[in-house]
T-cell receptor, first 113, second 113 residues
Framework: AQSVSQHNHHVILSEAASLELGCNYS??????LFWYVQYPGQHLQLLLK??????LVKGIKGFEAEFIKSKFSFNLRKPSVQWSDTAEYFC???????????FGAGTILRVKS | GAVVSQHPSRVICKSGTSVKIECRSL??????MFWYRQFPKKSLMLMAT?????????EQGVEKDKFLINHASLTLSTLTVTSAHPEDSSFYIC?????????FGPGTRLTVL
């Protein structure tokens, strides 16, 4: 079965620091990859997605992610975080048997102002 | 983007009672909706796939007689937790698909006393 792992459950950064959140998945075939964000008290929102083409994907609010097929990874990055980026971030992968969306455990990001 | 709503946002019930949670796609029609359960500090776990006009498809380990799903129209799916017990306390999230992308509801916090 498809599995998704996110490397850190909690990350604390100061404003203007750079961010990289790791995500690895297990399925070796064709996948669709997603990063979702959940701000406090709000529902999950799509940050960015990769289906095919350029492996460097740009999303909303200055976020980007890079798909590295050989490493089964889809890490999320932002050069300079803001206090408003405080949220929980979920990596999700669709592919393999059943073609269902499988989520990682999430990473809680807290940005100190 | 497309909007998915859930009602209620929070519900507290006594053990042994049944609770119904509604999921609506507000500005689009969804032939498929998904129900997830989110445990504290854990990922979203897919419970079932709800198909309009047909029976839901449940994930392994999810009791179909306990978690009744009805997708009676293209904009409404309901999840009924029957004979709820404290271990059913959780955060339940639905999502609906539009053009291959999943949009999520705000979630329902169920507390069973």
């Amino acid at each position: 079965a498809q599995s998704v792992s996110q490397h850190n459950h909690h990350v604390i950064l100061s404003e203007a620091a750079s961010l990289e959140l790791g995500c690895n998945y297990s399925y070796g075939g064709t996948v669709n990859l997603f990063w979702y964000v959940q701000y406090p008290g709000q529902h999950l929102q799509l940050l960015l997605k990769y289906f095919s083409g350029d492996p460097l994907v740009k999303g909303i609010k200055g976020f980007e992610a890079e798909f590295i097929k050989s490493k089964f990874s889809f890490n999320l990055r932002k050069p300079s975080v803001q206090w408003s980026d405080t949220a929980e971030y979920f990596c999700a992968v669709k592919g393999g048997y059943g073609n269902k969306l499988v989520f990682g455990a999430g990473t809680i990001l807290r940005v100190k102002s | 983007g497309a909007v998915v709503s859930q009602h209620p946002s929070r519900v507290i019930c006594k053990s042994g009672t049944s609770v119904k949670i509604e999921c609506r796609s507000l500005d689009f029609q969804a032939t498929t909706m998904f129900w997830y359960r989110q445990f504290p500090k854990k990922s979203l776990m897919l419970m079932a796939t709800s198909n309009e006009g047909s029976k839901a498809t449940y994930e392994q380990g999810v009791e179909k007689d306990k978690f009744l799903i009805n997708h009676a129209s293209l904009t409404l799916s309901t999840l009924t937790v029957t004979s709820a017990h404290p271990e059913d306390s959780s955060f339940y999230i639905c999502s609906a698909t539009l053009v291959g992308e999943q949009f999520f509801g705000p979630g329902t916090r169920l507390t069973v006393l």
